[in-house]
């Protein structure tokens, strides 16, 4: 068993955000002793799951519909697979969007050192995007696409 603060040093999270998710209802099975909150293996996979969920999007109160579906056992598997077949699609979208933004970042990098080591950008324009080398060129058309 764990204490509030070990958990929120374990997971890098405030100790107020932590009593949030429990005020919340996200922690339904978690245990007290006298007043302090006692997180056990099955908290600590739960707010790994929480804590996936808000990385892609999902708002506390959908979290929330998560975990009672979960309290409700084998009847809300379909319903919470949905929720993830979801996520993922967003998560993936999200991975696109920053993938096409990484390659812009790249792109950017390379033409200014290759601007600096010219003496300007007269050459450059000549070349994109045709002329460029072939993975500056993957990377100009992902960054445009």
Known sequence: MYTIGQ????????????RYYDKEG?????ERVGNIRQFGEGELELLRVIECLKKTGLEIKDI???VDMAQQGPSTYAERKQL????KERTEQEIAR????LAMVKFKCWYYETAQNDGGEERLAKIIPDGLPKDIRELYDLAHS
């Open 64 to 66: 929330k519909r998560f």
């Open 84 to 87: 993830f077949e979801a996520r």
């Open 7 to 18: 958990v929120s040093e374990m997971f890098d999270i405030p100790v107020s955000t932590l």
């Open 98 to 101: 920053l993938q096409r933004a």
């Open 26 to 30: 996200l922690f339904p099975n978690l």
